[in-house]
């Protein structure tokens, strides 16, 4: 398979922009004030968000790149799981909704899994590339249902 390098890049971009779109202006100094189950220390989350960002980036561009009767349907599910996933900061840090935050993430966990069935039917390695996503948005949903419970 020939990397067509554009496509590959536009993917990345692409997904770092959306997932993390609404971080850019609202700041997560709120977090550091709430009590949770684990403090994880806030330089943590934009390593971890770093490389989710370019494994989903990559296991796009493989799906694009692929053939398959559901390609588009897959890539319409991504679309769709990032913009819940960019719209989870809004609602936890921007609005401090924790519930509906928790009940977000429960709902982008289902897409997530949905996301993850749909590319791994068309492309295996771009299935599983999204496996720590999906684990980590677990823990996330951990963290913030401690938050709830907590606060």
């Known amino acids: ?12 971009i692409i997904t770092f922009f959306i997932g993390s779109f609404f971080s850019l202006f609202i700041g997560s100094n709120s977090y550091v004030d709430l009590n949770k189950a684990i403090d994880v220390p806030g330089y943590i989350f934009p390593i971890v968000w770093s490389i989710l960002y370019l494994l989903m980036g990559i296991s796009l561009y493989i799906i694009y790149e692929s053939y398959g009767y559901n390609k588009k349907s897959a890539i319409r599910i991504y679309f769709l799981q ?41 492309n295996k390695i771009a ?24 606060n």
């Open 82 to 122: 990032l913009l819940v996933n960019s719209f989870w900061t809004l609602i936890f840090f921007g609005f401090k909704l924790y519930l509906f935050g928790f009940i977000w993430i429960l709902l982008l966990i289902i897409l997530v899994i949905i996301m993850i069935i749909k590319f791994y039917n068309i």
């Open 127 to 150: 299935g599983l590339m999204n496996i720590p996503y999906l684990f980590w948005l677990i823990f996330a949903g951990f963290l913030n249902l401690s938050i709830v419970i907590l």
């Open 1 to 12: 398979m020939k990397i067509n390098f554009k496509s590959l890049l536009l993917c990345i």
